[in-house]
């Protein structure tokens, strides 16, 4: 990636969805650099608004598998990922009033790059062990592994 910031070991949490769901924001910031450097406006924009979207899914999911393991600290992660919300609509609010495109790219592809590595570092390591907990033996820990694995891994 032009910018430095690529998926690697210490964004791992080791519960397999978020790790894929995390890598997934990854390539989709690198999607963002690489419409950037091809000057594609069009695809910039989309893959910012899809990045946007899929971040805040993600987060919601995230927050779901908090609640269910009675992760005790889920109020204070919920706001944090509500002010994440708010930064991020409000990129694409900038891109409906017609700020230039690739500013507003750069700013996101730099912006919530940091924001989320400094999230799975700090924040997400904490929720860990609970949601571990939770899933292990659990139908919905065998229901993500049977939707959320590759055609290669399920046979």
Same mark, same amino acid.
């Given at each position: 990636? /032009?910018?430095?910031?690529?998926? /690697?070991?210490?964004?791992?949490?080791?519960?397999?969805?978020?790790?894929?769901?995390?890598?997934?924001?990854?390539?989709?910031?690198?999607?963002?650099?690489?419409?950037? *450097?091809?000057?594609?406006?069009? @695809? $910039?924009?989309?893959?910012?608004?899809?990045?946007?979207?899929?971040?805040?899914?993600?987060?919601?999911?995230?927050? !779901?598998?908090?609640?269910?393991?009675?992760?005790?600290?889920?109020?204070?992660?919920?706001?944090?990922?509500? !002010?994440?919300? *708010?930064?991020?609509?409000?990129?694409? *609010?900038?891109? @409906?009033? /017609? @700020?230039?495109?690739?500013?507003?790219?750069?700013? $996101? #592809? *730099?912006?919530?790059?940091?924001?989320?590595?400094?999230?799975?570092?700090?924040?997400?390591?904490?929720?860990?062990?609970?949601?571990?907990? !939770?899933?292990? /033996?659990?139908?919905?820990? #065998?229901?993500?592994?049977?939707?959320?694995? !590759?055609?290669?891994?399920?046979?």
């Amino acid at each position: 990636m /032009g910018y430095g910031i690529n998926w /690697g070991p210490e964004f791992e949490t080791g519960i397999d969805i978020i790790d894929q769901q995390h890598r997934r924001i990854f390539d989709y910031l690198q999607e963002i650099d690489h419409a950037i *450097t091809a000057q594609q406006a069009e @695809e $910039v924009e989309k893959v910012v608004r899809a990045l946007i979207d899929y971040a805040i899914s993600h987060n919601t999911f995230e927050e !779901s598998l908090m609640e269910n393991a009675k992760y005790p600290l889920l109020g204070p992660h919920h706001e944090v990922h509500e !002010s994440f919300r *708010t930064r991020a609509l409000a990129y694409n *609010t900038r891109l @409906e009033k /017609g @700020e230039d495109t690739f500013r507003v790219a750069r700013e $996101v #592809r *730099t912006d919530i790059a940091l924001w989320l590595m400094n999230h799975i570092k700090a924040d997400d390591q904490h929720y860990v062990p609970y949601v571990k907990k !939770s899933l292990e /033996g659990s139908f919905v820990s #065998r229901m993500l592994g049977k939707f959320f694995k !590759s055609p290669a891994d399920r046979k």
